[in-house]
């Protein structure tokens, strides 16, 4: 079993920055890719970026190129999500989520999730 914990979540104006962090604990293995995916209210769970496990492979949805970076440090066993340039339809619960690899990950088949830390950006 793995446990995923976001933190960072909060509010922000628009064109703002938040960092948001995931910790894992338990069975936990670079092995495993990590990514994050969000909610709006009324709308279906969706895609952001994943990273491979060693780090060297990342992907972003289209709506959040160029602004958001992830990042993971498997020192600490802890992935980040880097989020500029904020905008109001960014404002969602932001959930971290492990996988097999990053290919899996993009098609959502997602070994554990986090619980979601909310994000609103502000007009």
């Known amino acids: 079993q793995v446990q995923l914990v976001e933190s960072g979540g909060g509010l922000v104006q628009a064109g703002g920055s938040l960092r948001l962090s995931c910790a894992a604990s338990?069975?936990?293995?670079?092995?495993?890719?990590m990514g994050w995916f969000r909610q709006a209210p009324g709308k279906e769970r969706e895609f952001v970026s994943t990273i491979s496990g060693g780090g060297d492979t990342t992907y972003y949805a289209d709506s959040v190129k160029g602004r958001f970076t992830i990042s993971r440090d498997n020192d600490k066993n802890t992935v980040y999500l880097q989020m500029n340039s904020l905008k109001p339809e960014d404002t969602a619960v932001y959930y971290c989520?492990?996988?097999?690899?990053?290919?899996?990950?993009?098609?959502?088949?997602?070994?554990?999730w986090g619980r979601g830390t909310q994000v609103t950006v502000s007009s």
């Open positions: 338990g069975r936990t293995s670079s092995s495993y890719a």
């Open positions: 989520a492990a996988s097999l690899n990053t290919g899996t990950m993009r098609r959502m088949r997602v070994n554990y």
